[in-house]
């Protein structure tokens, strides 16, 4: 006997009315704005301690040559080919050579004096670093991170710390030693910044090198004790010069008060010439 399919009255045989599927269409539309900003601040933090987890490694190297090097800290070499950022150079005999914004690939960075100590060029880099090399969209770049001008920079070897036992006033967990730089700012391995009793460049408030915004308006910097923190930037001036489609050194701060370029100032040694 052939089974036979009943149509009860009242029951639709049709699909979706287009009123319906606008409505679901509606609801996913929600739920996705919803759920984006979430993915998205998760992705950052993610991104972020991925920052921090590499340069506390990058630190951890240092703090093996030093242990190494009877307290005496790697040189941070810096010296100029011409004033341009391509002419920014770091030698071989330093902590890493060459220039981020013009190195086509990782050399540099295995020809520095610290490789030896961590051979994973990636932990040179910050995972949110988009940027490339001469800012041509092509071959990304293989650094991020700066080493603290005062940390055994070779040019003003009376105004900066050579070993570890040195560092007072800020101690070493306050004194920062490798940064995030801002893609904009990074050339060769020194980041420079005014100290409050020695002004090198055009001021007591201007910024020589400029930090990372990437982080959330913020970024990573690992201290002389091993520790690494992420800071965040709270200055509108900040996120201003961030903003600017040029080199980023030697900026102008919002003045004697701008707490960013002060919280950072504080970070490096505070008396000069260092002995």
């Not at 319906?20 to 759920?35: F, K, S, T």
């Not at 995030?180 to 990074?186: C, F, L, M, P, Q």
């Amino acid at each position: 006997m052939q089974a036979h399919r009943l149509n009860h009255p009242g029951k639709s045989s049709h699909g979706f009315t287009l009123i319906e599927l606008l409505v679901v269409i509606a609801i996913i539309a929600i739920l996705a704005a919803l759920l984006l900003p979430a993915l998205s601040s998760a992705k950052g933090k993610a991104q972020t301690i991925g920052c921090l987890s590499n340069y506390r490694q990058l630190q951890l190297a240092w703090q093996m040559y030093v242990g190494d090097y009877a307290d005496n800290m790697p040189v941070n070499d810096v010296f100029n080919l011409s004033m341009n950022r391509a002419g920014l150079i770091s030698s071989t005999n330093s902590w890493m050579s060459g220039n981020a914004f013009t190195d086509i690939d990782a050399t540099s960075i295995q020809r520095g004096i610290l490789f030896p100590y961590n051979q994973s060029v990636n932990i040179y880099k910050c995972p949110a670093d988009k940027s490339t090399v001469m800012d041509q969209g092509v071959i990304p770049r293989s650094r991020s991170v700066s080493m603290s001008m005062y940390m055994n920079l070779n040019q003003w070897p009376d105004n900066v710390w050579h070993k570890l036992g040195q560092i007072h006033n800020p101690g070493p967990s306050q004194a920062f030693v490798f940064i995030d730089e801002h893609e904009k700012s990074i050339q060769q391995g020194g980041f420079g910044c005014n100290s409050p009793n020695w002004t090198v460049y055009m001021g007591a408030t201007t910024w020589i090198s400029f930090p990372a915004t990437r982080h959330n308006n913020g970024c990573a910097l690992t201290f002389a004790d091993g520790h690494a923190e992420a800071w965040h930037w709270k200055e509108p001036v900040t996120s201003q010069i961030s903003a600017k489609p040029v080199w980023i050194v030697l900026q102008s701060s919002s003045g004697p008060a701008d707490r960013d370029y002060n919280r950072l100032k504080q970070a490096v040694a505070q008396n000069a010439p260092i002995q």
